[in-house]
Structures are given as C-alpha cells and as structure tokens.
C-alpha cells in the first residue's frame, strides 16, 4: 500500500493539466466515488492494527494532497487563468457600449422646471385621459362653443348625459384638480403630455408636451405675470432677451396675452425663422378668470391669479434651432446623442 502511495503521489506532483477536461478526469481517477483514494481506504480497513497508525497518517496526507491539487487548478481554470499559453489576449482594447442620453425634451423640460422651482414653484401632474369637466367645463368653455375646436380632440369616449371622456388637450387640467382638492396660495408649474387631432407634419404633432403654470393668491396681478414670464426668459434664453405682450383670447383667462421673445437667431434684425418680425411667439397667458375661480370653488373676490402655457417643443426647437417636430418621436441615436453632454 505503501508503494502505490508513493507511486500515486509522484504522479499527483508532476500532474499539470492543460484543459479542464484533463482536470476532471484527475478527479475522477483520485477523488472520484470509484476513484482510487476510495481503493486505498478500503484496503485500509484491512491492514493490521500496528501498521494503521503509521499508513493512516500517510494516507491522510495524500488525500489532502489530491484534494489540494485539484482545488487550485479549479480555480485557475474558473478565473479563466489556465498558466498556460492561450489564444486570450488580454492586451486587446475592451468592447465598448454606447451609453443612453437623456431626450432633448426632458432636457428642457428639467431647464424649464429648475427656473420656476427657484421662483418657489413646485411640480404638479395629473392624469391625461381626462373628463369634459377638468380639460373644458371647469375652464369656462361654453358648450358647443367654438373655442373647444381650437383644440382638435381626441375622444375616448362621448357621453352626452355624464360628459365626455377625452385625451387632455392641456395640461389646464392639472389646475383645475389642484384648485378643487386644496386652499390657496396656489403656486405650481404643470408639466406633461397632451394631445390634439391634428395631422402630423414638421410643424404639428397629434401629441406634444406643456409646462403650464398657476398662481393664485390675494392681490396677484398683471405685473406679477409679465415680470415671472420676463425672469423666465431671462433665465432660458439669456440675459437681454426682449418679451413682448399681444392681447389673445382663452376662454380660462381675462385678460389673455399671448408673449413673443425677440428672435433667438437674429435677436430681432430679422430672418426665416421670425419671418423677418424679429419675434417669435412661446405662450398664452393670461388673469384666471373668476369664473374658473368660482368653477373650482375659490372666492374671485378675495382672490385673484395668473397663468400661463407653453409648449416644449417649442421652446426646444427655439434654443436648438430643430426645424421638424417629429424628430423628437423618431427616436432615431444620430439625432439623440446630440444632446448627451447637456445636463443630467
Ligand atoms: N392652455 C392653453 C393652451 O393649451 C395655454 C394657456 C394656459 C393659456 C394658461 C393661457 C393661460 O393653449
């Protein structure tokens, strides 16, 4: 037993597998349940009482040896280090991954957000299949009046009796849930996505997205509005950017502006993108009417707000000069990854 212990034991030694087929059937010969360290202890069940102690240590030994032996060359093989010389070249450049940028939109959306919150503006949303109250009774849109045609709508569902089901054609609606669910001061920005039936061209979309905007509180007034707005521009377009106010219509607001920036490429020389006026529009505004204040059970003659509306879109093709709305839901990389480098 002795001998084959120290033949085994010379061949353990000088055993240096090359693959991990060759390891394993190392193990299978030593270690395996028929394997040859299984022979030895059988036999050693038969040798004589003096001679166990000796061989028993012995024997102890070389099991541990062959254990030993396999265990280290496992973990070689496992860490993908065989020792040996390999076809891996662990010299060659690493395979690269693009990484994902965030959508110009969001971009914007967060500069736009991050200008109103340090105005003390927090963050309102809403859903936006919404109810004909929220997106136009509450709003002082008359029934079958023109003014609900302005926003070409798509309808979920027509319910003469309990009102209509629409997808929200603005986030005014945000507004109105806010003002029915809480006290004033009001003082929030509403940003999200609406949607309108119109028929997709590089100048309308049949979804797009707004940030609007709401102040409600004892003695707000007119000025209170234009110098926000005028602060916001500032802040968005840069320092010396002229606003400009022209009397519009909403049904919601009274009085209702709408606000033109001097042009961002021409700065109000003219060219093609103002159509030579050196102004280009970016919202409505305007004094909630007391009849929305009323609608959403806040006292008109205590109170008095503003709000605004704009387009993402708008502002973003304003300050990256993109000429076709539906680059931004083609989600094609070449046109994404030009903004990867902007905030996060
Ligand atoms: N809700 C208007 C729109 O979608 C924008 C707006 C909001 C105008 C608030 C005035 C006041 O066009």
Redesign the pocket.
């Known amino acids: 037993m002795q001998t084959k212990i120290n033949q085994y034991t010379e061949e353990i030694n000088a055993f240096e597998p090359k693959s991990a087929e060759e390891l394993e059937s190392f193990r299978i010969r030593f270690l395996g349940t028929k394997g040859l360290l299984k022979d030895l202890f059988d036999e050693f069940k038969t040798v004589s009482p003096e001679e166990k102690r000796g061989l028993g240590k012995v024997l102890n030994e070389f099991k541990k040896l062959a254990e030993e032996k396999h265990q280290s060359f496992k973990e070689q093989f496992e860490s993908g280090n065989s020792g040996q010389a390999s076809d891996l070249d662990l010299s060659l450049p690493g395979e690269g991954f693009t990484i994902g940028g965030r959508h110009p939109l969001s971009l914007v959306r967060k500069e736009i957000v991050e200008i109103f919150k340090k105005l003390g503006f927090t963050v309102a949303e809403g859903p936006e299949i919404e109810d004909d109250w929220h997106n136009f009774s509450a709003?002082n849109f008359p029934e079958e009046h023109p003014a609900r045609d302005?926003?070409d709508t798509f309808f979920v569902k027509k319910d003469a009796e309990n009102g209509d089901i629409a997808l929200r054609?603005?986030?005014?609606s945000v507004?109105v849930r806010m003002m029915e669910n809480g006290k004033p001061p009001f003082r929030a920005i509403m940003p999200g996505r609406?949607y309108r039936n119109e028929a997709i061209s590089a100048r309308a979309h049949c979804f797009f997205h707004?940030v609007?905007?709401?102040y409600v509180d004892e003695n707000v007034s007119f000025a209170d509005l234009k110098q926000t707005l005028f602060y916001f521009v500032q802040e968005m377009f840069g320092e010396g950017t002229k606003v400009r106010f022209r009397p519009s219509y909403?049904p919601?607001?009274e009085p209702?502006a709408e606000m033109d920036i001097s042009c961002t490429i021409c700065k109000g020389d003219g060219c093609p993108l103002c159509k030579y006026s050196g102004w280009v529009e970016i919202?409505?505004?305007?004094m909630?009417d007391p009849n929305v204040l009323e609608n959403c059970g806040i006292d008109s003659k205590k109170y008095t707000g503003?709000?605004?509306?704009?387009g993402i879109e708008r502002i973003t093709n304003l300050k990256y000069q993109i000429k076709d709305l539906r680059l931004f839901s083609e989600n094609d990389v070449r046109f994404l990854k030009q903004f990867q480098s902007e905030i996060i």
């Open positions: 709003l302005m926003q054609t603005h986030t005014s507004q609406v707004q609007e905007g709401l909403f919601f607001t209702s919202l409505g505004c305007g909630v503003y709000a605004f509306g704009m």
